[in-house]
């Protein structure tokens, strides 16, 4: 049974700095490719980072480019999504999917497993 379990979410001010986990388990992890996507209230589903199996291949849009950075620990079946200077706009669920293609893309719909989402609100 394929489970995704994203945390890490919470509040913080703005220009501050949360690191968000994937914990994945029921598939070999080492194969498949990681992304997060966020969705802010009335918006649509954007990807903010990915990273293939092989770690060769991450994706970042120009929204986070420079602030966050995505890493995966294979030991330990997790993704990580270290976010910096965060902004107000960062404000959104972010959710964790995994994709068995190992390629890593921003299209979410290469991802059929989703975890449940973490809340991140970025508020002074």
């Known amino acids: 049974d394929v489970q995704l379990q994203a945390s890490g979410g919470g509040l913080v001010r703005p220009g501050g700095s949360l690191r968000l986990s994937c914990t994945a388990s029921?598939?070999?992890?080492?194969?498949?490719?990681i992304a997060w996507f966020r969705q802010a209230p009335g918006k649509e589903r954007e990807g903010v980072s990915c990273i293939s199996s092989s770690r060769r291949y991450t994706y970042y849009p120009d929204s986070v480019k420079g602030r966050f950075t995505i890493s995966r620990d294979d030991a330990k079946n997790t993704v990580y999504l270290q976010m910096n200077s965060l902004k107000p706009e960062d404000t959104a669920v972010y959710y964790c999917?995994?994709?068995?293609?190992?390629?890593?893309?921003?299209?979410?719909?290469?991802?059929?497993?989703w975890g449940q989402g973490t809340l991140v609100t970025v508020s002074s």
């Open positions: 029921g598939f070999t992890f080492d194969d498949y490719a």
């Open positions: 999917a995994a994709d068995a293609t190992g390629h890593g893309s921003s299209n979410s719909r290469q991802y059929p497993y």
